[in-house]
């Protein structure tokens, strides 16, 4: 069934047909993906009493393991954001009691961010929940396709540098 990004490329087809447009089928689709992703996501979290990027920070920090916290650049790299956007985050997340900053207890001069037991409940609480809306978007692809998508996008991200969270 046509979607969207095959009626676009149709199109420059029929007025460009000297050009190969078949890179657009890739970056139409990831881009259109990306939106639609995004809009489900915000939507989920909203309907749970949180910004995207909350459970993002907050996710971070559960995965992390560690029970010291993490620094506001560990995070900072982790969301890809400014350090003034970060310590904005911080800050809002700390006014709701889901996290807090505490001393680092092998550099007094530097402090630590950790969940406090309500952001770890409420992590814990929506992971899964959030793991099943996932499974919910991705519910058009089978298991196979799922296991060949899978290698293809990291390729692909390996390929423009996205390799570690450093």
């Known amino acids: 069934m046509p979607d969207a990004v095959d009626q676009i490329t149709a199109a420059w087809r029929e007025q460009r047909p000297d050009v190969d447009t078949s890179s657009m089928e890739i970056f139409g689709r990831l881009s259109r993906l990306g939106r639609l992703v995004d809009r489900e996501l915000?939507?989920?979290?909203?309907?749970?009493?949180?910004?995207?990027?909350?459970?993002?920070?907050?996710?971070?920090?559960?995965?992390?393991?560690?029970?010291?916290?993490?620094?506001?650049?560990?995070?900072?790299k982790?969301?890809?954001?400014?350090?003034?956007?970060?310590?904005?985050?911080?800050?809002?997340?700390?006014?709701?009691?889901?996290?807090?900053?505490?001393p680092d207890p092998n550099d007094r001069r530097a402090i630590k961010v950790v969940l406090t037991d309500s952001g770890r409940t409420l992590v814990d609480r929506l992971l899964p929940l959030h793991v099943a809306n996932e499974?919910?978007?991705?519910?058009?692809?089978?298991?196979?396709?799922?296991q060949t998508l899978i290698p293809l996008l990291r390729k692909f991200s390996e390929a423009l540098g996205d390799v570690s969270l450093d």
């Open 42 to 76: 915000t939507d989920f979290f909203r309907g749970h009493g949180l910004e995207r990027w909350e459970f993002d920070v907050l996710a971070t920090l559960r995965r992390s393991g560690n029970e010291t916290g993490l620094s506001a650049g560990a995070l900072n």
């Open 135 to 146: 499974e919910r978007l991705l519910s058009a692809l089978t298991p196979t396709d799922r």
């Open 78 to 102: 982790a969301a890809m954001i400014t350090s003034g956007a970060i310590t904005n985050r911080i800050d809002r997340l700390t006014a709701k009691g889901w996290v807090e900053r505490v």
